[in-house]
C-alpha cells in the first residue's frame, strides 16, 4: 500500500482523495510496480479534469505537466503512457473503485444529501459486438440541491436496472448516511420491496406512478378526480424557446392504500404518506404539450415542497446525465475491454464534483479549460476544502 501519510497536513478535497486512492488494492506484481495505484489514479482524474477524454490525452498532459503533479506525489518514474494506463485501468476492481468514490464523497462533503435522484444513464458506445458485450448502464445517486455524483452501481443493461438499486441505497446509507433524506426513483422502482429499503436506511420515498402499473395509476387518478377543493402550487419556468407552467396537488387522506386491498398480490407501499399530481405544460413556437405526472411519497408534504422535491429529481437529466454526455463527453467513449468503460465513468465522476465545487463565475466547461491551462487554477479545483 503506497504510504501518503506525510505528503498532506490539511484536510481537502485531494488529500482525502488520496487516502482512500492508497486504499484500493493494487492488482499488479508489487516487484513490477514502477507507477504507483496513488499516482496513476490522481494522473486520470486531473487529466479529466483539465478536459481529457482518452488515455492517449491523459498521457500527453501527463508528460507536458509532470512538474504540476509532482506538487502532490513523487512521480520518480515520471508517468506511464497510453498502453500501461489503458492495461492497468482495465484491471483496477470497478466495485473497489466504486466504493472508494462513495468513501470519499461522504468525508468531503458531509450533511449535503437532504434530496436524492437515482436514475440510470448508458455509455451508448462501450458495447462491444465482437465480444457480445453491451453498453455501460450505470445507475447513479445524485445530490440535487448539492449538484453532486453521491455514488453509482453498473449493471449489464438499462433492463437490470433495478437489481441495482437495493446496493446503491446500502452504499448510500453506509454511517446514517440517509438518515432524513427523501429518495426519488422513477416508476422502475415503485414497488414494496425498494420502499421498504429506502425507510430502512432512515430515508423516505418519492416514487413515480406510470403506465406500466395500471392498477396503481388509475387508482391514484381517480383519487384526485373525485377530490373537492385541492389547494395548488404553480410554477413558471421560461427560457431555451419555451415557457413552461407546473401546477402541483397533493392529497394527504389517503388511508385507502392501507386498507385490505382488493385482490391478492395488489400493490402496497409501506409508509405512504401522501400522493403528489404534476401537470405540466410547455408551450413553444410550434406547439402547447401538455403532461400529468403522479407520485406516491412517504412524506407528508406541501403542494410547494412536493412541487420542489419533482423539481429536483429530474435535475439530475441537466446537472448530471447532460454534463457527462456534452461537456465530458461520456457517450463519445469507446472504452470496451475490461473494466476500463467502469473505472473511467467514476473518474469523470470524481472529476466532475471537483470541478463543480469550485465557486466562481465560471461554467463546467470554462473551470476545465482553465485547470487546462493554469496549474494553480487546476490547484483551487483539487484543494478544494470539504463542505
Same mark, same amino acid.
Given at each position: ?7 498532506? &497536513? ?63 506525489? @513523487? ?11 489503458? #492495461?492497468? #485501468? ?13 468513501? !470519499? ?28 458485450? &453491451?453498453?455501460?448502464?450505470?445507475? &447513479? ?72 402499473? @395500471? ?40 388511508? !385507502? #392504500?392501507?386498507? @385490505? ?8 407501499? @409501506? ?32 403542494q410547494e415542497d412536493a412541487s420542489n422535491v419533482v ?10 446525465? !447532460? ?30 464534483? #471537483? ?33
Amino acid at each position: 500500500m503506497f504510504d501518503i501519510g506525510n505528503v498532506f &497536513s490539511c484536510k481537502s478535497s485531494l488529500s482525502v482523495l488520496l487516502s482512500h486512492f492508497s486504499e484500493i488494492e493494487d492488482p499488479r506484481d508489487v516487484r513490477r510496480i514502477s507507477h504507483p495505484l496513488p499516482e496513476i489514479l490522481l494522473l486520470v482524474v486531473c487529466g479529466t479534469i483539465c478536459g481529457c477524454d482518452d488515455y492517449e490525452d491523459i498521457a500527453g498532459w501527463g508528460e507536458t505537466h509532470l512538474e504540476t503533479l509532482r506538487q502532490y506525489l @513523487p512521480y520518480k518514474n515520471g508517468v506511464p503512457g497510453e498502453r500501461w494506463l489503458t #492495461m492497468l #485501468m482495465n484491471r483496477i476492481n470497478p466495485a473497489l473503485f466504486a466504493d472508494a468514490f462513495a468513501a !470519499w464523497v461522504r468525508a468531503t462533503w458531509p450533511g449535503k444529501a437532504d434530496m436524492i435522484a437515482i436514475d440510470g444513464k448508458t455509455s451508448r458506445r462501450s458495447h462491444d459486438k465482437s465480444d457480445d458485450r &453491451s453498453a455501460l448502464h450505470l445507475v &447513479s445517486a445524485f445530490a440535487s440541491t448539492a449538484t453532486l455524483v453521491l455514488a453509482h452501481e453498473a449493471v449489464p443493461d438499462k433492463a437490470n436496472e433495478l437489481a441495482a438499486i437495493e446496493p446503491l441505497l446500502t452504499r448510500l446509507g453506509a454511517q446514517g448516511g440517509l438518515n432524513g433524506a427523501i429518495v426519488s426513483i422513477d416508476a422502475i422502482a415503485t414497488n414494496a420491496t425498494i420502499a421498504q429499503a429506502i425507510t430502512d436506511q432512515g430515508a423516505d420515498y418519492l416514487l413515480a406512478v406510470k403506465a406500466n402499473q @395500471p392498477t396503481l395509476r388509475a387508482e391514484v387518478e381517480a383519487a384526485f378526480d373525485e377530490a373537492n377543493g385541492l389547494e395548488t402550487h404553480v410554477t413558471h419556468d421560461k427560457g431555451h424557446g419555451r415557457i413552461e407552467q407546473h401546477t402541483t396537488s397533493v392529497l394527504r387522506e389517503i388511508n !385507502w #392504500m392501507d386498507g @385490505p386491498r382488493r385482490f391478492p398480490g395488489e400493490m402496497r407501499l @409501506p409508509g405512504a404518506a401522501c400522493i403528489i399530481r404534476v401537470q405540466s405544460q410547455v408551450t413553444t413556437k410550434a406547439k402547447t404539450r401538455t403532461e400529468t405526472r403522479y407520485f406516491i411519497s412517504s412524506r407528508a408534504m406541501t403542494q410547494e415542497d412536493a412541487s420542489n422535491v419533482v423539481r429536483n429529481h429530474w435535475a439530475i437529466e441537466n446537472s448530471l446525465h !447532460w454534463v457527462l454526455d456534452v461537456t465530458f463527453a461520456e457517450d463519445q467513449s469507446r472504452l470496451r475491454n475490461g473494466h476500463g468503460a467502469r473505472n473511467m465513468a467514476t473518474v469523470r465522476h470524481f472529476a466532475l464534483n #471537483m470541478v463543480r465545487s469550485v465557486n466562481d463565475r465560471y461554467s463546467i466547461k470554462s473551470r476545465r479549460k482553465r485547470a487546462s491551462w493554469d496549474p494553480k487554477y487546476l490547484n483551487k479545483v483539487l484543494q478544494c476544502q470539504p463542505g
